[in-house]
């Protein structure tokens, strides 16, 4: 069984696949408390599902593609047989988690299914969560289907995580990354200028679904 907070129809606002539309599952909780979190309403609450329900769910949108997200959903342990269950069932499978280790019961990055596009949020410091915390080892496995976002408040940390980019010991080489600037905190041609001035070879995003519906807080 599944703690789903919610599952509707979405633009994919981030990623390869932005712009895309799909269906959206939103799980519940999260073990960490990110400074800029969007989403704090994915922490409780939700209708518990089972698998199967969840399915028929996404089916019922007609999509190819499902984002599974949070909260941070690799904390469900029947995260996998849903994501198996998509992948029979000829979805496009994306799972957003937050890169980060957490209690025993959290499921690894390793056990997500390669034929998931894993999107992993690298956490720079001012989102207020621990380097230490980070899960080093999980995101040095991923493959090139996969990618990795940097999410930036400020200067600092633009200049942490190019840093990061540059030295190359700590991520895997032939994944995608992608730095985007935090709604309201840093200004999106800033990041960019930032970005062209120092020649980084990564994909410059904003989040799009924001930008088309700024009034909107869920459901987009």
Not at 156 to 174: H, I, M, N
Request: glycine share 8%.
């Amino acid at each position: 069984m599944l703690l789903v907070n919610e599952i509707y129809p979405a633009i994919c606002g981030e990623s390869r696949f932005s712009g895309q539309p799909c269906t959206l599952v939103r799980l519940t909780g999260c073990h960490i408390r990110c400074s800029w979190c969007d989403s704090a309403h994915s922490f409780a609450g939700g209708e518990t599902m089972s698998v199967e329900a969840v399915v028929a769910a996404v089916q019922d949108h007609r999509f190819s593609a499902v984002l599974v997200t949070g909260g941070e959903p690799l904390l469900q342990k029947d995260l996998i047989p849903l994501l198996d269950a998509l992948l029979a069932d000829n979805r496009q499978v994306l799972l957003e988690t937050s890169g980060t280790l957490g209690p025993a019961n959290m499921l690894p990055l390793a056990a997500v299914p390669t034929e998931v596009h894993k999107v992993v949020d690298v956490k720079a410091p001012g989102s207020a969560i621990a380097p230490e915390v980070i899960d080093w080892a999980g995101i040095a496995a991923l493959g090139t289907r996969d990618e990795l976002k940097f999410v930036c408040a400020d200067r600092a940390d633009y200049e942490w995580s190019r840093d990061l980019v540059r030295a190359g010991d700590k991520l895997p080489t032939g994944v995608r990354v992608a730095f985007s600037p935090v709604q309201g905190d840093l200004e999106s041609r800033e990041l960019a200028e930032w970005i062209l001035a120092d020649k980084l070879d990564v994909v410059f995003q904003i989040q799009l679904h924001k930008a088309v519906w700024p009034d909107v807080e869920r459901g987009v």
